[in-house]
């Protein structure tokens, strides 16, 4: 039986309206009642497992699903060996740099040398740096970033970042962005080749679907 991994968050109600469409129905998850983490779907044809985010490619890498949707972000920080297949084109966001509205800071090369970067994307910031040959001290957080450089304890941040809204309240501003960010089908590549649970048609499907703007 296939085994679908779905985010939890905002990418699950377009995670299940994509695969509603192509015949697997895990509508049960939007459900308030529900509580299940696991459930089967109306036709008894997949499983769905209901996980954080970032535990999605974990559970594809090894193999406890078949098939899962996640979001590019979470792909370039954890680089799990599964096989990227299909952008989504749901779950528009960008990975950037925001700094103080007040700090004379405009661009990622103003920062002063060993300064501080508060992210909870540590290897994507310290790639991003690296590859501006800045050295900067990376500080792990992983709630309320934004407060990094309000309270002084760094002087920018990396972070995810959908309409800046939480940004423009928090007085914050965007210098530079990483990178651009999508929900993606992403799958387990042996159960690709074996084909298991019909995983080949389905996916198939699922490309038409957004080719078609499902």
Known sequence: MLTVALPKGELLKNSI?????????????LDSGNR??????????AKGLLVRAQDVPV??????????????????EKQPQVAHLVDLQFGHCRMSVAVKASSSYRSPLDLPPHGRVA????????????????????VPLYGSVELGPITGMSE????????????????????????ESTARLIVHPLSYR????????????VRE???VGV
């Open 194 to 205: 074996l084909n298991t649970g019909n995983l080949i048609e389905v996916i198939a499907k």
């Open 17 to 29: 309206r994509l695969l509603q469409s192509v015949g697997l129905d895990f509508s049960a998850f």
């Open 119 to 138: 992210s909870k994307y540590v290897n994507c910031a310290r790639e991003y740096f690296h590859g501006l040959d800045l050295p900067v001290e990376i």
């Open 156 to 179: 920018a941040i990396v972070d995810l970042v959908s309409t800046g809204r939480t940004l423009r309240e928090n007085g914050l501003i965007e210098i530079a962005i990483l990178y």
């Open 36 to 45: 299940q983490l696991q459930i089967h779907d109306v036709r008894g044809q």
């Open 209 to 211: 679907a957004v080719l």
């Open 59 to 76: 559970y594809v890498e090894y193999g406890q699903a078949q098939l899962g949707v996640v979001g590019y972000d979470v792909l370039r």
